[in-house]
Nanobody, 123 residues
């Protein structure tokens, strides 16, 4: 069973930066897995932010965060990071880490979820 634990959320002013971490456990390695970041703002549906395919490192981003957010991974630590820069008020949300072995970034296709970490961007 894969477990995902997010950390790094908090309160930040608009224009600031935060780095979220997602530590994955339950397997020796995650070759063949997709590790994604999603977010859910109050009253809104959960949306894809970005993700990385563990094998090969291919990365995808939602248009809303391209150029501001960066995803990376540390194989030795089984950890995926979400570096968020130039944060906007609309980035306020609970950020979730998720994983699957499929071919889709749809949140319905993700098999494993962390509990989330809250990011609040203030003016």
């Amino acid at each position: 069973q894969v477990q995902l634990v997010e950390s790094g959320g908090g309160l930040v002013q608009a224009g600031g930066s935060l780095r979220l971490s997602c530590v994955a456990s339950g397997r020796t390695n995650f070759i063949g897995y997709r590790m994604g970041w999603f977010r859910q703002a109050p009253g809104k549906e959960r949306e894809f932010v970005g993700g990385i395919i563990w094998s090969g490192g291919s990365i995808s981003y939602a248009d809303s965060v391209k150029g501001r957010f960066t995803i990376s991974r540390d194989n030795a630590k089984n950890t995926v990071y979400l570096e968020m820069n130039s944060l906007k008020l609309e980035d306020t949300a609970v950020y979730y880490c998720a994983a699957n072995r499929g071919v889709s970034w749809s949140y319905n296709a993700m098999d494993y979820w962390g509990k989330g970490t809250l990011v609040t961007v203030s003016s």
